[in-house]
């Protein structure tokens, strides 16, 4: 299982407030604050927002649902790569191991689309790094509004869509 940075819990709280965080709240479950446990509600709701109608609204439970949703599935894959990592004596959690555990719990129909996207998101970073050494870097942008700035991040977002069938490429 991965362990969890839990540094912000050292140098332990004094008498005075035992039993409380340094923001006041009453610990979650294990002593973990709520907003170390979850992803962050915000990015939740930007992902939401971009998958209905613009006049379409979400309700805060809908977003505190999906928050739960998705940081518990996030915690259950990684689980499983901490786990193939241990048993290979690596420290590190890398993309194959993340695709690996999908595969093992059941995903499988993600694992291609994942590795196209993975393969992909690789060269575009490897071009991105030879191009920082003659001071021409560009970032790639890839937005709801905002066209692709390059053909790999069409294809990167054309891979990652591709298995996907909730999300419709937003290349224009």
């Known amino acids: 299982m991965m362990m969890m940075d839990l540094g912000f819990l050292e140098g332990g709280a004094g008498m005075a407030d035992a039993g409380h965080d340094e923001s006041g709240s009453p610990p979650r479950s294990g002593g973990v604050r709520e907003q170390d ?21 979400i309700a805060k439970d809908a977003k505190e649902t999906l928050q739960e949703c ?56 490897s071009k991105l790094s030879s191009k920082a050494g003659d001071g021409s870097v560009k970032k790639d942008t890839i937005g709801p509004h905002s066209g692709a700035s390059s053909s790999s991040a069409q294809g990167m977002v054309g891979a990652y869509t591709q298995g996907m069938g909730y999300m419709q490429p937003q290349v224009t």
């Open 37 to 57: 446990r979850f992803l962050p509600i915000a990015n939740i709701s930007r992902i939401m927002k971009k998958a209905v109608p613009a006049n379409g609204k």
């Open 70 to 125: 998705v940081s518990e599935f996030i915690s259950f894959v990684t689980s499983e790569a901490s786990d193939k990592c241990q048993k290979e004596k690596r420290k590190t959690i890398n993309g194959e191991d993340l695709l690996f555990a999908m595969g093992t719990l059941g995903f499988e129909e993600y694992v291609d689309p994942l590795k196209i996207y993975l393969h992909k998101y690789r060269e575009g970073d």
